[in-house]
């Protein structure tokens, strides 16, 4: 019994750091942004007096209204083709298990070992020729291209462990491929879909190297480009960024909060096979 209270007290204490370790830096975030400039205090400790005009200067000088609408834009595109080209290609690799297939899914597999900035070059090179630069579509298409290895693996090994039977009883009362996938295969894929949004739309939400280079016209400025404006070599305003990046931080959170039993439920089916 004495062993079972020590390891018991340990386990609490390890997680109540690991949630001070991930709280913390919200709390931090929080006193900046209601901070005014001239407050030198500490960042841990609380503001003297609360300073709101740091919110009020961040929707006013980061046009931060603008920017979360084009960051708005762009995640919700990206997130569409990324889970519906995802579904769909997954499918016929996890109802036919090939060899042919299993390359194909070891070749995706693959590519998200790829980094990202190791391309950048052609990439934009070519975007150029495209006319790709300064368009909602171009830096949608990127986007979706490098969140659709991850879907498609975890909608392959999801997809997989749903009965082949009901694949079959579908194609017996007349029901083609793509009947069965949209009737059969796609509603029973609500808690993997879950993950996938929460992790493609978190990535491209945080996003600063593509929106950095492709879109680099002030009125398609996104919320990470934003905060950056913030920062210039003549000033920094530390509380408008803060209170900056607390508004954009709160979107992720109350989506992941809404659909937390579903990411989690998602997460772990998709890790069975």
């Known amino acids: 019994m004495k062993k079972d209270k020590i390891v018991s007290w340990l386990k609490a204490i390890t997680a109540f750091m690991l ?7 919200f709390y931090i975030l929080i006193n900046m942004s209601l901070k005014s400039p001239g407050e ?20 006013e000088m980061g046009n931060l209204l603008l920017a979360i609408r084009n960051t708005l834009i762009i995640v919700a595109a990206s997130v569409v083709i990324i889970v519906m080209v995802g579904a769909m290609a997954a499918y016929p690799l996890a109802r036919k298990v090939t060899k042919k297939n299993q390359l194909i899914l070891g ?11 190791s391309i950048l070059v052609p990439l934009y090179k070519e975007m150029v020729s495209l006319g790709g630069i300064n368009t909602y579509w171009g830096v949608i298409i990127v986007s979706a291209t490098f969140n659709l290895p991850m879907a498609i693996y975890m909608y392959t090994n999801f997809i997989g462990t749903i009965p082949r039977e009901l ?14 996938f949209f ?10 879909t879950a993950s996938v949004v929460i992790w493609t739309s978190v990535g491209i939400w945080n996003d600063y190297q593509f929106q950095l280079y492709f ?18 070599e003549t000033k920094t305003d530390m509380g408008a960024a ?11 959170v109350i989506l992941y909060i809404m659909l937390q039993k579903y990411f989690v439920k998602g997460a772990m089916d998709s890790a069975v096979k």
Not at 40 to 59: D, E, V
Not at 168 to 176: K, L, T, V, Y
Not at 219 to 232: G, K, N
């Open 107 to 117: 070749f995706i597999v693959g590519i998200m070992m790829v980094p990202q900035l």
């Open 19 to 25: 949630i001070t370790v991930h709280i913390a830096p």
């Open 183 to 192: 009737r059969i295969i796609m509603p029973s894929l609500k808690a993997i």
């Open 215 to 232: 879109l680099q016209k002030p009125s398609f400025r996104t919320i990470t480009l934003a905060i950056t404006t913030f920062f210039t």
């Open 167 to 180: 694949d079959e009883a579908a194609m017996i009362d007349g029901c083609s491929h793509m009947q069965v």
């Open 40 to 59: 030198r205090t500490s960042r841990w400790m609380p503001p003297a007096k609360l300073h709101i005009q740091n919110y009020i200067s961040a929707m």
């Open 242 to 252: 803060a209170a900056a990046a607390f508004m954009v931080v709160l979107p992720p």
